[in-house]
T-cell receptor
Framework: SQQGEEDPQALSIQEGENATMNCSYK?????LQWYRQNSGRGLVHLIL?????REKHSGRLRVTLDTSKKSSSLLITASRAADTASYFC????????????FGKGTRLSVIA | ETGVTQSPTHLIKTRGQQVTLRCSSQ?????VSWYQQALGQGPQFIFQ???????GRGNFPPRFSGLQFPNYSSELNVNALELDDSALYLC??????????????FGPGTRLTVL
């Protein structure tokens, strides 16, 4: 069952610009995670934000969580070509069988 | 790079065949989860193994099965392959059950093509 849905599906920006990706979910959550995936490779964990947190930073990454709107955003500041990847949010499932559900991802292209 | 390894990297099979994919978890991790990722989609949870026992299964048929060994490495077996099984198969390890509380450490994946 799909819980998180990222928006936009694809994003293309110039190097140095900021990139913002959004994730919406349907039911209440405990935590929300963001992952990055370089083309056809494994996912890398970026950041975890708890349901009682509103904002979290890690280097050039800033994640916000709005539980009233059931949404989260990932901001990458001063983007680099190396940031080109797909970005996924993952959170609790609304199905008892699946502990963690990933969205379909946002494909980010950073043009040098 | 995580300490999770997967083999093989690529695999081509024909419909009806059986396949075994392997995963070595990161040192110190006791849980391995398997995911199927179709092209352009997010990873879909297949199942996870915690201390050698299956602990949670997603919406996948019984022809998807697995094992976890005492050293916490794992295998994913798929019988009677179908064309729709073509995907990137990812394993992830963690300390504790896979859920939103725990960071998942992913391997590079096995690309399976079913002809």
């Amino acid at each position: 069952s799909q819980q998180g849905e990222e928006d936009p599906q694809a994003l293309s920006i110039q190097e140095g610009e900021n990139a913002t990706m959004n994730c919406s979910y349907k039911t209440s959550i405990n935590n929300l995670q963001w992952y990055r995936q370089n083309s056809g490779r494994g996912l890398v964990h970026l950041i975890l934000i708890r349901s009682n947190e509103r904002e979290k930073h890690s280097g050039r990454l800033r994640v916000t969580l709005d539980t009233s709107k059931k949404s989260s955003s990932l901001l990458i500041t001063a983007s680099r070509a190396a940031d080109t990847a797909s970005y996924f949010c993952a959170t609790d499932s609304n199905s008892g069988n699946t502990p963690l559900v990933f969205g379909k991802g946002t494909r980010l292209s950073v043009i040098a | 790079e995580t300490g999770v390894t997967q083999s093989p990297t690529h695999l081509i099979k024909t419909r009806g065949q059986q396949v075994t994919l392997r995963c070595s978890s990161q040192s110190g991790h006791n849980t391995v989860s398997w995911y199927q990722q179709a092209l352009g989609q997010g990873p879909q949870f297949i199942f996870q193994y915690y201390r050698e026992e299956e602990n949670g299964r997603g919406n996948f048929p019984p022809r998807f099965s697995g094992l976890q060994f005492p050293n916490y490495s794992s295998e994913l077996n798929v019988n009677a392959l179908e064309l729709d099984d073509s995907a990137l198969y990812l394993c992830a390890s963690s300390w504790g059950l896979a859920n939103s509380y725990n960071e998942q450490f992913f391997g590079p994946g096995t690309r399976l093509t079913v002809l």
